[in-house]
Nanobody, 127 residues
Framework: QVQLVESGGGLVQPGGSLRLSCAAS????????MGWFRQAPGEEREFVAA????????YYAESVKGRFTISRDKAKNMLYLQMNSLKPEDTAIYYC????????????????????WGQGTQVTVSS
């Protein structure tokens, strides 16, 4: 069974940091771009960041650029999201997912291009 399991969420004060992890099992995603998305209460799920299958390129939503860093460890089949300078508007459930097209050249941001969604991890930024 293919699974993506997120962890690392929690409650943090504004300006704080968290590191999210996404553990993949059941198959390797070494040739898939991987992404992070988030969904705030009452909002649609939105793109946050993605990294190419090579690990060489990444792409970020404007709202997190300069504060979040996506990375992957292909040997461990892991995906990470380092979140710094957190703001209350970053509060959401964070999900990882795999690009459904292997070795895609470009990075895509649309939800429909991703599959194998995890169950999510809650991030709450509040004082």
């Amino acid at each position: 069974q293919v699974q993506l399991v997120e962890s690392g969420g929690g409650l943090v004060q504004p300006g704080g940091s968290l590191r999210l992890s996404c553990a993949a099992s059941g198959r390797t995603f070494s040739t898939n771009n991987m992404g992070w998305f988030r969904q705030a209460p009452g909002e649609e799920r939105e793109f946050v960041a993605a990294v190419r299958w090579t690990g060489s390129d990444s792409y970020y939503a404007e709202s997190v650029k300069g504060r979040f860093t996506i990375s992957r460890d292909k040997a461990k089949n892991m995906l990470y999201l380092q979140m710094n300078s957190l703001k209350p508007e970053d509060t959401a459930i964070y999900y990882c997912a795999a690009d459904r097209v292997p070795v895609r050249i470009g990075i895509v941001t649309k939800l429909k291009e991703y599959e194998y969604w995890g169950q999510g991890t809650q991030v709450t930024v509040s004082s």
